[in-house]
């Protein structure tokens, strides 16, 4: 068995190939059973595969962006939306220090999508710098829920090498927060 998390790579170039529905309903599942604050489910997850929409969604992204040529190129764009005050709130109240508790919850729904689409040989890129008023307007998102992030989707044209990470002694802590 593959070590999907090891292989998870952000994939910015795609070969022209559509993916299968089966896929996608796969992966619509892997983001269905993503655990949530108090089990309330504030994902809502827009499917983008028009190629007039993805470019128009492209010249939204930030100067620069390193994703911009993958909205064009991948066949699959995923818009992750989220009800900011569902999660992290009881009774209408904040009961969490962060009041943006939603974002948690969206960051288990993508990873779990990023990491399915590994299993099913897919890639993916997680995009967050663009303008999100009009993104969220050209998309129709209502009032009440935010467009947080795009997640690129499509069959990779190349394999990244795997980026420099921390050791785990650099970063995981016994006992005690320690600087040593």
């Given at each position: 068995?593959?070590?999907?998390?090891?292989?998870?790579?952000?994939?910015?170039?795609?070969?022209?190939?559509?993916?299968?529905?089966?896929?996608?309903?796969?992966?619509?599942?892997?983001?269905?059973?993503?655990?949530?604050?108090g089990?309330?489910?504030?994902?809502?997850?827009?499917?983008?595969?028009?190629?007039?929409?993805?470019?128009?969604?492209?010249?939204?992204?930030?100067?620069?962006?390193?994703?911009?040529?993958?909205?064009?190129?991948?066949?699959?764009?995923?818009?992750?939306?989220?009800?900011?005050?569902?999660?992290?709130?009881?009774?209408?109240?904040?009961?969490?220090?962060?009041?943006?508790?939603?974002?948690?919850?969206?960051?288990?729904?993508?990873?779990?999508?990023?990491?399915?689409?590994?299993?099913?040989g897919?890639?993916?890129?997680?995009?967050?710098?663009?303008?999100h008023?009009?993104?969220?307007?050209?998309?129709?998102?209502?009032?009440?829920?935010?467009?947080?992030?795009?997640?690129v989707?499509?069959?990779?044209?190349?394999a990244?090498?795997?980026?420099?990470?921390?050791?785990?002694?650099?970063?995981?802590?016994?006992?005690?927060?320690?600087?040593?």
């Amino acid at each position: 068995m593959e070590d999907f998390i090891l292989h998870r790579r952000s994939i910015r170039r795609f070969q022209d190939k559509a993916v299968e529905v089966e896929k996608m309903n796969q992966l619509y599942e892997a983001a269905r059973w993503a655990p949530s604050w108090g089990n309330q489910q504030c994902c809502e997850l827009v499917v983008i595969e028009d190629p007039e929409m993805r470019g128009k969604l492209a010249a939204l992204l930030s100067a620069k962006n390193p994703a911009t040529k993958s909205f064009e190129q991948a066949p699959v764009i995923i818009a992750v939306c989220g009800m900011p005050k569902k999660s992290g709130y009881y009774k209408d109240q904040q009961v969490t220090r962060y009041e943006n508790w939603f974002l948690y919850d969206l960051g288990i729904v993508s990873q779990n999508i990023c990491l399915k689409a590994v299993e099913l040989g897919l890639g993916t890129v997680i995009v967050g710098s663009f303008d999100h008023d009009k993104a969220e307007k050209l998309l129709s998102v209502p009032d009440g829920c935010e467009l947080v992030s795009f997640i690129v989707l499509g069959y990779p044209d190349h394999a990244p090498s795997p980026p420099k990470r921390k050791t785990v002694p650099e970063f995981v802590h016994f006992g005690k927060y320690s600087t040593q």
